[in-house]
Each structure stands twice: as structure tokens, then as C-alpha cells.
């Protein structure tokens, strides 16, 4: 019966070492990566596009029009962008407001409320003059050379680009983590892929879409993480998505616990949603058509979030080594990996991290805001308990932070 109990013991053990081992090595290999140089391109043309500046937002009555009066601001012809925000239940005074601005605004109303809907709400009373989809949240705000460099990448024959999104606000220990966590996966997975020739994951938002691509993808799409199933639909049909890391969007970071929560939960639930529908479709395309690209973001989809990586590879580090130091056999004897495995990929996962995080996040402010990193990995923890339901219905994150950021580039 032991014999039977340990070797059930040592299989779990060893599969669970596996998957957390192949996800350290994953976000190892692009980590590394992104300390080379990313390559470029020679432009192809110098045509000026056409853009359609989408910004839906629900309920965000708070932050839309500064956002709105900041998208204006772009060192590029006033004749070739459009400002449209797409409002879906604001108050008659915020769209009062909005109304006094040189945009277009498109109220939307949904019995059921979801991103995608109003995107393809929006695309179809706007019509189609134009030649790039931007694509913006109710609280970004972009660097006036935004849409200048977005057109550039278009020049160079890319149909997909997703700019820098960064941190607006670091007003809390939780802004702080949040913004450091979007700069990781910035690192990780946009730079680092886009160095060893795959493709940069799509955010959400502060992207760029050819006007008829997106259209056409985004009407067949109806879901909660509509950027994941058409960074899927994308990749699919051959696409490479650029990154370009000096268009720089701010946006806000979570400042709550609860919202912490909510906006986890709602990620999670999407990657593995995609994860089952793209897995063998995916797989598929590697073996027929040597697509990595496609197969790869499949792979991207069971990651796990890197505060849970971190913390879950620290306890059974150092719970192994409690068992190794003091010798508890009567523990290890029914497990077949010893301490230093853990503690291998551990410190490899801290290395990785380490590079990942910008310079200028090394200071007193981080260090302060670590000490939030327990309770962190405890609402991880929380948001995966709570994903039942996450991934099939809108759930909405409030916007507050008004406060303007300083931007680098000047304005037109």
C-alpha cells in the first residue's frame, strides 16, 4: 500500500515539476531574448493611413473625455485620424461633453454588455474610410508620435502592431505590482518574441489593426477576450504582430484589491478558454503548415500568471529544502525529486523576472510595494477559485485616475 501511495505521490510530483519547469523555461528562453536588439525593418512606402481611434468605454464617465481631449493630440494630419468614442450607458452630461469635442461619438445600448459589441457596433455605422483600426481603452492616453510610428510599422508591411502600453499611475503598492507585471510581459512576451521572429501578444488595447481585417475578424467574434481570439484569428491565417516598444500608451494600473480580483479572473478564464478551442487547431497548423507562430501563442495560453509562478515555485522550494536540511526522511521518502530541482528552477524564475522588470522600476517605491507581493499571490490564488462564469460574461473594471502623466514627446 506505501509502495503504491509513494509512487502515486512521485508521479504528481514529477508532472507537476514538469509543467512548472517547461513555463520557467519558456518565459526564460524570451527573457533572455530581449536583451538583444530587436530587428527592424526598411520601409516599403511612405503612404499616410487613414485611422479610425476607437475608445469604447462603459460607464466611464469619469476619465472619457480627458481621454478623448488628450487621442486629439497626435503629431499627425488632423484629416487622417478620427477620434471615436463608443459609449455604452454614460450619463447625458458626460455625452454633453463629448459632444462639444471634434470627435464622433456612438452610443451603443446591449442587454448584455461586452467590448467586442461595441466594436462592431461602432464599424458598422462609421463605415469603411479607413485603413488602420486603432484601438484604445477609456483610461489610455498616448505619446502625441503614437499613431506617426504606428503608420510607420504599416510601411514596413506589418498589418498588425501593438504599441508600449505602461503604467499611468504607480499611486499604490498594487499600481506598482501591476504596472511591474505589464512591463514583465511587455519584456517577455512582446519584445523577447518579436527578437526571435514570432509574433508580439496583443493587449487589448493601444493596438493597430489593418481597418479591413479587423472588421471582417471582429465580426465574427463574440467574446469576453475578443483580443485573444483575434490575436488567434490573426496568427491563424499567417499574420505577424509587430511591437513597437518606443509608441508609448498609459494606462491605468489597479489600485484595489477587489478589481485585482476581477481583472485576473477574467484573464485567466479567457487563456484557457482559447487554450481548449485552439489547442488541437493549433497543433494542426504546426504539423501541416509549420505555423510556430499560431501554435506558440496555444502555448502562451496555459503560462501560468507569473505571481502565481513565483510564489507556488517558492514554497515547494522552500519546503523542500526544510525537508533536505533537517534530514525528514520519513517525508522524502515518498517523493522521488530532491530539493536542488526546485531550487533550480526557482532561481532560474528570479533570474528571468529580474531582467524582465525595467530599470527604472529598481527602487525604495518597488522594494515597499514587494511586501504586498504575499497577499498578491493569495488574491492569484482567489481569482483562479473564482473563474467559473468569468469567461462568458462582461466584467467591468472601473477607471478613476485623472491625473496627467508627463509625456516625453511635445505636441503638435
Not at 522588470?357 to 504575499?374: C, D, E, G, I, Q
Amino acid at each position: 500500500m506505501n509502495s503504491s501511495l509513494s509512487l502515486v505521490l512521485s508521479i504528481i510530483e514529477i508532472l507537476a515539476f514538469s509543467y512548472l519547469a517547461f513555463a520557467v523555461i519558456y518565459i526564460s528562453v524570451f527573457g533572455f531574448a530581449s536583451l538583444f536588439k530587436q530587428k527592424t525593418k526598411a520601409p516599403l512606402t511612405d503612404k499616410m493611413r487613414k485611422f479610425a481611434v476607437m475608445i469604447p468605454g462603459y460607464k466611464e464617465d469619469l476619465v472619457i473625455v480627458d481621454v478623448a481631449r488628450d487621442a486629439l493630440e497626435q503629431d499627425y494630419p488632423p484629416d487622417l485620424y478620427e477620434v471615436i468614442v463608443i459609449a455604452d450607458s454614460f450619463k447625458p452630461e458626460t455625452l454633453a461633453e463629448l459632444r462639444k469635442l471634434p470627435i464622433r461619438v456612438e452610443v451603443v445600448v446591449f442587454d448584455v454588455s461586452k467590448k467586442s459589441k461595441a466594436l462592431n457596433k461602432c464599424m458598422e455605422a462609421i463605415g469603411n474610410d479607413y485603413d488602420v483600426a486603432m484601438i484604445l481603452d477609456a483610461d489610455n492616453l498616448m505619446e502625441h508620435d503614437v499613431l506617426r510610428k504606428i503608420n510607420n510599422a504599416f510601411n514596413c508591411g506589418f498589418l498588425a502592431v501593438q504599441g508600449h502600453r505602461m503604467a499611468k499611475n504607480t499611486n499604490t503598492s498594487f499600481a506598482i505590482l501591476d504596472a511591474i507585471s505589464e512591463e514583465i510581459n511587455n519584456t517577455i512576451f512582446r519584445k523577447g518574441h518579436r527578437v526571435l521572429g514570432l509574433s508580439s501578444a496583443l493587449i487589448g488595447s493601444g493596438m493597430a489593426i489593418d481597418y479591413t481585417i479587423y472588421k471582417s475578424m471582429m465580426a465574427e467574434i463574440d467574446s469576453v477576450g475578443e483580443d485573444k481570439e483575434l490575436e488567434m484569428r490573426l496568427l491563424k491565417n499567417g499574420y505577424t504582430i509587430e511591437y513597437l516598444e518606443d509608441a508609448h500608451v498609459y494606462d491605468e494600473k489597479t489600485s484595489k484589491s477587489d478589481v485585482f480580483v476581477n481583472q485576473r479572473r477574467r484573464w485567466i478564464a479567457a487563456q484557457l478558454l482559447h487554450f481548449q478551442a485552439y489547442f488541437f487547431p493549433g497543433l494542426w497548423n504546426l504539423l501541416k503548415t509549420g505555423n510556430f507562430d499560431f501554435f506558440d501563442k496555444v502555448l502562451q495560453m496555459i503560462q501560468p500568471p507569473r505571481i502565481l509562478l513565483s510564489g507556488v515555485l517558492f514554497l515547494l522550494t522552500l519546503s523542500s529544502g526544510i525537508v533536505y536540511f533537517f534530514k525528514l526522511t520519513v517525508i522524502s521518502q515518498w517523493f522521488s525529486l530532491g530539493f536542488y530541482y526546485w531550487l533550480s528552477i526557482f532561481l532560474l524564475t528570479a533570474l528571468t523576472l529580474m531582467i524582465a522588470v525595467p530599470r527604472h522600476f529598481y527602487n525604495r517605491k518597488t522594494f515597499k510595494a514587494l511586501l504586498s507581493l504575499p497577499l498578491g499571490f493569495f488574491l492569484m490564488i482567489l481569482s483562479f477559485l473564482k473563474i467559473r462564469g468569468a469567461g462568458s460574461r462582461f466584467i467591468h473594471t472601473t477607471h478613476t485616475h485623472t491625473e496627467n502623466i508627463k509625456k516625453k514627446s511635445s505636441s503638435k
